[in-house]
């Protein structure tokens, strides 16, 4: 019987096994957990060895819990609501500026918009240590994959602090030579793979190409502007992330696209110090 092994498992081992059940791959619970897919492979195999059952069925690179794995992942969310319960009751009674904050945003405003106040915050209060995850999924903040979570659309519940941080604009850019040789009516365009379709910005950028072809496609919004910057087409581009260097052109005419940025932090641990002092300085990065 399950239950009966349950006090000798490693949590450990029961962490990993959750990430992969939520992921479906090793590789993106390897990603999840910020460890190697190797890691997870053998903290599953421990689980399953002290259990004494088989948890996870392989099909190529997905994997699908057995009937057993997905009583066991039961358990496990359960486990891991009631730690991230304890562990928020501990921090929202510190009033010590220390403990590591986990802040999970897009890749591209990471890199561009939150650098400055990341280092701000480690100047001025150096016991508090930061990790940012740039990432195009929306975090979980019940499941503590993230403390704060910067996104560019309004969760629809949940019980979160939310705060409209301020708003960002998108618009087409190319290289000058590619506009001086390619007429309009000829234009290709740089887009995101087909894994981003249902983005606004992809959605945007399909209307404005009417009908022209996306022959270059990436999921990594620095390749796309590397590549207008080789006179690879027209690409949409938040405006903040281009640089002022002269390579890539804006294309005249109305913003092409205007997104909102919303900063969220679970109402249970917006007064924790640590993680105010985070969302203050954020704030402040945007002018709020």
Not at 135 to 155: F, G, H, M, Q, Y
Request: no cysteine.
């Amino acid at each position: 019987m399950i239950g009966k092994e349950f006090t000798q498992i490693d949590w450990d081992d029961l962490r990993h096994f959750l990430a992969l059940a939520r992921s479906g791959t090793f590789l993106g619970a390897a990603k999840q957990i910020g460890v190697e897919h190797a890691t997870i492979s053998r903290r599953v195999a421990s689980l399953e060895a002290r259990l004494g059952r088989k948890l996870i069925d392989r099909r190529g690179r997905r994997v699908v819990l057995t009937a057993d794995g997905e009583q066991i992942a039961r358990h496990a969310m359960l486990i891991a609501a009631q730690t991230a319960a304890i562990e928020q009751l501990g921090r929202s009674s510190s009033t010590e500026l220390r403990g590591h904050v986990r802040i999970s945003a897009p890749p591209a405003l990471s890199s561009v918009l939150l650098a400055q106040p990341i280092v701000d915050i480690r100047r001025e209060h150096p016991a508090v240590q930061i990790t940012l995850v740039g990432e195009k999924r929306l975090a979980s903040l019940n499941r503590r994959e993230a403390d704060i979570a910067v996104r560019l659309s309004r969760p629809e519940d949940g019980d979160y602090s939310i705060i409209k941080l301020g708003e960002i604009t998108f618009d087409l850019y190319a290289s000058k030579p590619y506009l001086e040789t390619v007429a309009p009516s000829e234009w290709t365009f740089i887009g995101y793979d087909e894994t981003m379709n249902a983005s606004p910005q992809q959605v945007r950028l399909i209307e404005l190409a009417a009908g022209r072809p996306i022959a270059v496609r990436s999921s990594v919004l620095e390749f796309q502007a590397a590549a207008a910057r080789l006179g690879g087409g027209v690409v949409m581009l938040p405006d903040f992330a281009v640089a002022e260097s002269g390579d890539l052109q804006r294309i005249t005419g109305e913003h092409a696209l205007a997104r909102d940025v919303w900063l969220v932090v679970h109402s249970e641990i917006k007064d924790v110090p640590s993680v105010r002092v985070v969302v203050d300085a954020l704030k402040r990065a945007f002018g709020k």
